[in-house]
């Protein structure tokens, strides 16, 4: 079981940067499989965590798609600790009842997800936070704490 403040602390680990250009390059030129395409980076946090960055979008709707942090426990598996989701189908918060449907939204590891036998990140928020996969990634980068990139001046 993880707390409300596990799950947060790790969100707040400090992360090293990512080249989400790079990241979004291999997308686009990895394997399809299933309709969709994938990449991943695992990232060690300041505190020696480690975290998996997933990157899914389908081949067919540009609104399908999925970034998502994952810490990765000494155990082995994969925890979700946040997901980016397109607007492409239907969400329902079973605990609260609310549903929404087309509306780009972020799921939220929570505990009482958890406690009542749901997936962790069974709970999701419409966002307008982003509009599309690059934008999703940015603000996931931004949320989980990863260091920015050293800036890159364009004048040398």
């Known amino acids: 079981m993880f707390t409300d403040d596990r799950i947060e602390r790790l969100l707040e680990e400090e992360k090293p ?11 686009s030129g990895a ?23 997933h990157l899914r979008q389908s081949v ?32 329902k918060n079973h605990l609260e009842g609310t549903e929404f449907t087309g509306r780009f939204h972020a799921h939220i590891a929570t505990e009482r997800y958890q406690a009542a036998g749901f997936p962790i990140d069974g709970y999701a928020e419409p966002t307008e936070d982003f509009s599309d996969l690059a934008t999703a990634l940015d603000a996931m980068l931004r949320v989980a704490n990863f260091q920015m990139p050293d800036q890159i001046s364009l004048l040398s």
Request: aromatic content about 8%; proline content about 2%; hydrophobic content about 40%.
């Open 60 to 91: 067919l709707d540009a609104y399908d798609f999925s970034v998502i942090l994952a810490f990765v426990p000494t155990s082995g598996g994969e925890v979700i600790l946040r997901r980016h989701n397109g607007r492409n189908h239907r969400h």
């Open 17 to 27: 940067a990512v080249d989400a250009h790079s990241l979004r390059t291999a997308l």
């Open 31 to 53: 394997a399809m499989r299933n309709g969709h395409r994938r990449a991943r980076v695992r990232v060690r946090g300041e505190l020696g965590n480690y975290f998996a960055l």
